[in-house]
């Protein structure tokens, strides 16, 4: 497939979604269904791996680009992935001049109030994957605990989670 | 000075990047405690305008606040650098899986240290979610916290709603509040 064809598609899909998986349904509809070029099994597989790995979810794209193209579509995947998030910055540069005007003010505290509660849904589905007995629970409450009461770098409390239950599995 | 917070900044976004499991949402809470509370680089408030900026820039949130955050602490450059540290790793790492993934999903200590850093990353956007709340709820703001905050994270988690169109109706009924002479 060639290679500006495919970054075009995926920025496509990137430019319009709002979201890291949100771009999932121009993407399928592109390679999938109208192209043929992509198997639901690969776009599943690309999607399942990015969220075993860290990082943004909108990955699995790189994914999608190695499956259709190898490493060069790969490569492709990625860039699409990074290119929309540059228009945040002419954005924050406007919003810097205007946000000490009163209603703007307002607008902000009002996004900022929603996305606390967008922060606490998205911990949802997380949490039915993590806290399914009393030992995720257990790490759950004390991570909270330490993160509010102390100042220990968050990456140490989520690698000492993650060590926790790996040795409590190598021991028993 | 400059060349060491890139260095600084850079840093911690490849630690985001590659230790923070759980998408967007937890590098975006990992950097507000690292930013905001840790080094005191950026106002509670800051970090809030551009995190919910993010939420409007199409694409995948959490690079679009990557990019604002490295803009706005050091320039072009920094924004730069650090969507690539942030996505670079995850993308190399799942490359290295997609072959193998099905065998390494099934490794029982995968799954173990996978649920422990779940569960601490559930914590932390519990934590954030506060955090973020908490100047409004010091002024005692409780009707407005109960309807955008509530509001939002109930609309989110029954699927009734997508992000962006949460966020333009908590602006609206923000507005509304403000125009009842509602605190």
């Known amino acids: 497939m060639n290679l500006f064809l495919l970054y075009l598609l995926l920025v496509k899909a990137t430019l319009t979604s709002f979201s890291g998986l949100t771009s999932l349904a121009i993407v399928r509809q592109d390679f999938v269904v109208e192209r043929q070029l992509l198997t639901d099994q690969q776009l599943t597989t690309a999607i399942a791996a990015g969220r075993l790995a860290p990082g943004p979810n909108g990955v699995y794209l790189v994914g999608v680009g190695y499956f259709l193209a190898g490493y060069p579509g790969a490569a492709m995947g990625w860039l699409a992935l990074l290119t929309p998030a540059f228009l945040s910055i002419p954005l924050l540069g406007w919003l810097r001049r205007h946000q000490a005007h009163p209603a703007c003010q307002r607008v902000l505290d009002s996004v900022l109030l929603a996305s606390a509660g967008l922060s606490l849904a998205s911990a949802l589905p997380l949490a039915r994957e993590a806290i399914v007995d009393a030992r995720g629970l257990g790490l759950a409450v004390a991570a909270a605990v330490v993160l509010l009461r102390t100042r220990i770098d968050s990456f140490w409390v989520i690698l000492g989670c993650a060590a926790i239950p790996l040795l409590y599995s190598a021991l028993i | ?183």
């Open chain 2, 1 to 183: 000075m400059k060349a060491r917070r890139l260095g600084a900044l850079t840093a911690l976004f490849f630690r985001s990047g590659s230790l923070t499991l759980g998408g967007g949402s937890s590098i975006q809470a990992v950097l507000l405690r690292e930013l905001v509370e840790q080094r005191g680089w950026l106002s509670g408030a800051e970090f809030g305008l551009i995190y919910g900026l993010a939420r409007f820039t199409p694409g995948t949130n959490v690079l679009a606040c990557t990019a604002a955050l490295g803009w706005r602490l050091g320039g072009w450059a920094a924004a730069a650098a650090g969507v690539v540290a942030v996505s670079l790793p995850a993308s190399l790492l799942l490359l290295a899986m997609l072959d193998g993934y099905e065998r390494v999903r099934a490794l029982e200590w995968v799954a173990a240290a996978v649920g422990g850093a779940l569960a601490a990353v559930v914590a932390l956007l519990g934590v954030t979610s506060a955090k973020l709340v908490r100047p409004y709820a010091v002024q005692r703001r409780w009707v407005r916290i109960g309807l955008l905050t509530g509001g939002a994270a109930v609309a989110l988690a029954a699927g009734w709603l997508s992000p962006v169109v949460i966020l333009v109706a908590a602006v609206g009924l923000g507005l509304l509040l403000d125009w009842l002479g509602v605190a």
